[in-house]
T-cell receptor, first 114, second 112 residues
Framework: DAGVIQSPRHEVTEMGQEVTLRCKPI?????LFWYRQTMMRGLELLIY????????DSGMPEDRFSAKMPNASFSTLKIQPSEPRDSAVYFC????????????FGPGTRLTVT | QKEVEQNSGPLSVPEGAIASLNCTYS??????FFWYRQYSGKSPELIMS????GDKEDGRFTAQLNKASQYVSLLIRDSQPSDSATYLC????????????FGSGTRLSIRP
C-alpha cells in the first residue's frame, strides 16, 4: 500500500488567499484525521471523520477552517482566508477500525502564509 | 497544568545504554496510551501502544503504564543512533466525545 498521501507537500501563499490541502487515506481505513503541528502548540487534532462523516470538529480553530470528505478515498482541509498564524505543518492520518488506534500519518503539508 | 506533559529535553544517552522517557497526564479517565517517534522533518510513527497497567515489551522497546500515578513511560534498551528523534506521548480519553491529546515531545539524542 502507498500509505497516506497528501498534497501539496509545500505551500507558500499570501495572507488572504484560499488554501486547500488534500489527503488520500489508506484504502479500507474507516477513520481519517487532520492535525496541525507547530513549535508553539505541538501536534493538535483539528477534525476527524468516520466513514466519511465528521465526528468531532472541536479542534478547528476558526470558521476560516473547513474540512470535507466526499468519499472514502479523499478529504480536503480548506483555509479561507489564510493568515500568517496558520503557518504550520498539516498532517493527515488514517486508522483502520477504532478511532485513534494505530494511526498512520501522511508526510504532511508545510504551509507558509506570508 | 497541561493535559499531557513531557520533558522537552534534549535527553542525551550514550549508545548502548537505556533511554527512559516519561509522560504524565491529568485526566484519570484516560484509557489508551501511545508512543510515537518523529524524526526531524518527518511525520509521527507509532511505535508502542499500551492500555492496561504494567509493562509491555516489543523488541528493544518497553512501555510502562501506571494509572494510579497517571504516568506512562517508554524504555529503549541498547540505544542506537537511529533512535535519535522526538518521542511523542499520546493519551486518549473515550467519552461522549473521544479525544486525543499529544504531549509536546521529548527530544532524544543518542551519542556514539
Amino acid at each position: 500500500d502507498a500509505g497516506v498521501i497528501q498534497s501539496p507537500r509545500h505551500e507558500v501563499t499570501e495572507m488572504g488567499q484560499e488554501v486547500t490541502l488534500r489527503c488520500k487515506p489508506i484504502s479500507g481505513h474507516d477513520y481519517l484525521f487532520w492535525y496541525r503541528q507547530t513549535m508553539m502548540r505541538g501536534l493538535e487534532l483539528l477534525i476527524y471523520f468516520n466513514n466519511n462523516v465528521p465526528i468531532d470538529d472541536s479542534g478547528m480553530p476558526e470558521d476560516r477552517f473547513s474540512a470535507k470528505m466526499p468519499n472514502a478515498s479523499f478529504s480536503t482541509l480548506k483555509i479561507q482566508p489564510s493568515e500568517p498564524r496558520d503557518s504550520a505543518v498539516y498532517f493527515c492520518a488514517s486508522s483502520l477500525v477504532r478511532a485513534f488506534d494505530e494511526q498512520y500519518f501522511g508526510p504532511g503539508t508545510r504551509l507558509t502564509v506570508t | 497544568q497541561k493535559e499531557v506533559e513531557q520533558n522537552s529535553g534534549p535527553l542525551s544517552v550514550p549508545e548502548g545504554a537505556i533511554a527512559s522517557l516519561n509522560c504524565t497526564y491529568s485526566d484519570r479517565g484516560s484509557q489508551s496510551f501511545f508512543w510515537y517517534r518523529q524524526y526531524s522533518g518527518k511525520s509521527p510513527e507509532l511505535i508502542m501502544s499500551i492500555y492496561s497497567n504494567g509493562d509491555k515489551e516489543d523488541g528493544r522497546f518497553t512501555a510502562q503504564l501506571n494509572k494510579a500515578s497517571q504516568y506512562v513511560s517508554l524504555l529503549i534498551r541498547d540505544s542506537q543512533p537511529s533512535d535519535s528523534a522526538t518521542y511523542l506521548c499520546a493519551v486518549i480519553l473515550y467519552s461522549s466525545a473521544s479525544k486525543i491529546i499529544f504531549g509536546s515531545g521529548t527530544r532524544l539524542s543518542i551519542r556514539p
